[in-house]
């Protein structure tokens, strides 16, 4: 690969969630080239995870911290000696002092999309496991996350995911209240699953969308490659519906009563979010509207339930104004519409 970008610059720019769509692209080819890559990349990302849990102050990052870093670099090399002793030092050394900018930086509160690390407790595995937990705001747009194992998970707005800094357990499990797009590494002997509300979803290696809010009735899981198993419970916690799912398959699981409905779907639709755009097909206001509401951080209000079930088809980039998305999807004039501050109200015709 060019030398188009300075590889190190890239990794603090990604830690930091400073990173544009073509850099982030230039860095996921740079980590398949190697897995002394990998391995690297995911290095650094543990100094970062661990500055943002205890929040080190400048005083902290001492001569000790400096020599511990001494003693990982020649553990690295031990284990695999063909990578050469200088050559490690080097490339560590070369990144030292941005990893250190990034302790500082989190230390003076200069968290990037409302990233808090926390310290939780995992009542799943024999030993305790540390969290960490990212939250998008009403109308943030896309955050990436490379997990330990290499897995990606791309964040909408209005959502909340936890994840631990690595997976010591029997599987590998996360949490997530929200909606997220996972691109996940396969590993036959630890299974990948998501823990939300109502549902749990179990994968060894797949890519699939998860619309899944707390406060919501119905969530969506829907398939793009591989195969998942999903599994419902009511709101005892009883389990309900146990199913594998087959690319182009959407599940509607009801959070009250734990049933799930299987629709055959044009899957790329469902995360072309992460895109930019917002794709719709044959999608009801209501459901429209609440989508809307957490991209922009409005609240929309509808005057006349009988919107709430008309059904429309369209797409739009997520950079347009909410005004300009109203215009597109009321092509047939069917309501008026007005803003006031961050407040929309929708009236029917």
């Known amino acids: 690969m060019s030398e188009k970008y300075n590889i190190e610059e890239l990794i603090i720019r990604f830690l930091q969630q400073d990173i544009n769509e073509e850099e982030l692209r230039y860095l996921e080819s740079w980590l398949e080239e190697d897995a002394e890559h990998k391995s690297y990349f995911f290095g650094l990302k543990s100094i970062s995870d661990s500055s943002r849990r205890s929040f080190f102050s400048k005083e902290e990052v001492n001569e000790a911290s400096w020599q511990r870093m001494l003693a990982r670099i020649d553990k690295h090399q031990e284990k695999d000696p063909s990578l050469g002793k200088s050559r490690m030092r080097d490339l560590w050394f070369s990144c030292v002092k941005y990893v250190a900018i990034i302790i500082f930086a989190i230390g003076a509160g200069w968290g990037i999309h409302e990233f808090q690390g926390k310290r939780q407790q995992s009542d799943l595995t024999e030993k305790d496991v540390v969290y960490n937990e990212i939250h998008v705001r009403k109308g943030g747009r896309a955050n990436t996350v490379f997990l330990s194992d290499g897995s990606k998970v791309i964040l909408n707005a209005a959502t909340t995911f936890r994840y631990p800094t690595s997976f010591n357990g029997k599987n590998r499990q996360v949490y997530l209240d929200g909606e997220a ?30 619309q899944a809010y707390a406060h919501e009735p119905y969530s969506e899981v829907t398939l793009l490659t591989g195969q998942i198993l999903l599994e419902a419970f009511n709101e005892r916690g009883e389990s309900m519906s146990r199913m594998y799912l087959k690319p182009d398959q959407k599940a509607l699981s009801d959070n009250s009563t734990g049933s799930v409905s299987l629709q055959e779907v044009n899957a790329s639709l469902s995360n072309a979010w992460i895109n930019g755009e917002y794709k719709f097909k044959d999608e009801p206001l209501a459901s429209i509207v609440k989508r809307l509401e957490n991209y922009y951080n409005v609240k929309i209000h509808l005057d006349d339930k009988r919107l709430e079930k008309i059904k429309y088809t369209g797409t739009f980039s997520l950079d347009q104004d909410i ?21 929309i109200f929708i009236t029917s015709k």
């Open 323 to 343: 005004l300009d998305v109203f215009r597109i999807i009321d092509y047939e004039k069917q309501f008026t519409f007005k803003r006031v501050k961050k407040d």
């Open 181 to 210: 797009y996972f691109e996940v590494s396969k590993d036959v002997e630890k299974p990948f699953v998501v823990k939300l509300k109502k549902q749990e979803i179990t994968v060894l290696g797949t890519t699939f969308n998860v």
